[in-house]
T-cell receptor, first 114, second 111 residues
Framework: DSGVTQTPKHLITATGQRVTLRCSPRSGDLSVYWYQQSLDQGLQFLIQYYNGEERAKGNILERFSAQQFPDLHSELNLSSLELGDSALYFC?????????????FGPGTRLLVL | GEDVEQSLFLSVREGDSSVINCTYTDSSSTYLYWYKQEPGAGLQLLTYIFSNMDMKQDQRLTVLLNKKDKHLSLRIADTQTGDSAIYFCAGARNQGGKLIFGQGTELSVKP
């Protein structure tokens, strides 16, 4: 158990809908990362937050947004869902968000868009 | 640019050594990691190496880094059936924590 929790574990929804994925980092970690794992794109970095502020952005679509709240939990919002958004979404956390720090991954949320 | 490549499959017999290879194109990758993903589970950090190191050993795991060829390998000694999983190498630059992952190597250990 990494100490990072993600809810829900599984999500099934329809195209055009909007969903919110939630992540709680390990106790004491200030930085949160979101990654998407799909069959065709592999594991891709989406976005990183540190202490409530966006720190780095990767291949995140405009239909997706995220935020980190004062209690340090984070939410990833996916809207106007398409079939291709079906994937495993991971959250990870680290202490300060710098390179060389260990990122601890949650178990992931499996999203299926029908 | 940023690119990390791995072979997709490796099959070994229990008790043998496994060697999983990875090449990366970004010479700015200062930190290189190996993660393990078991079916239905998240990513578990196995080990990492800084770019100023050539080798790191941690129990059954040995990481070798050839900076000239931008080649990273993970050797698992005395491979067990419980080692069957997908292994990802990943790189991170100095200025940020984001990880660039390879496609993953599926290791199958046969008894």
């Amino acid at each position: 158990d990494s100490g990072v929790t993600q809810t829900p574990k599984h999500l099934i929804t329809a195209t055009g809908q909007r969903v919110t994925l939630r992540c709680s980092p390990r106790s004491g970690d200030l930085s949160v990362y979101w990654y998407q794992q799909s069959l065709d794109q592999g594991l891709q970095f989406l976005i990183q937050y540190y202490n409530g502020e966006e720190r780095a952005k990767g291949n995140i679509l405009e239909r997706f947004s995220a935020q980190q709240f004062p209690d340090l939990h984070s939410e990833l919002n996916l809207s106007s869902l398409e079939l291709g958004d079906s994937a495993l979404y991971f959250c990870a956390s680290s202490v300060r968000g710098g390179a060389g720090e260990t990122q601890y991954f949650g178990p992931g949320t499996r999203l299926l868009v029908l | 640019g940023e690119d990390v490549e791995q072979s997709l499959f490796l099959s070994v017999r229990e008790g043998d050594s496994s060697v999983i290879n990875c090449t990366y194109t970004d010479s700015s990758s200062t930190y290189l990691y190996w993660y393990k993903q078991e079916p239905g589970a998240g990513l578990q950090l196995l080990t990492y190496i800084f770019s100023n190191m050539d080798m790191k050993q941690d129990q059954r795991l040995t990481v070798l880094l050839n900076k000239k060829d931008k080649h990273l390998s993970l050797r698992i000694a005395d491979t067990q059936t419980g080692d069957s999983a997908i292994y990802f190498c990943a790189g991170a630059r100095n200025q940020g924590g984001k990880l660039i992952f390879g496609q993953g190597t599926e290791l199958s250990v046969k008894p």
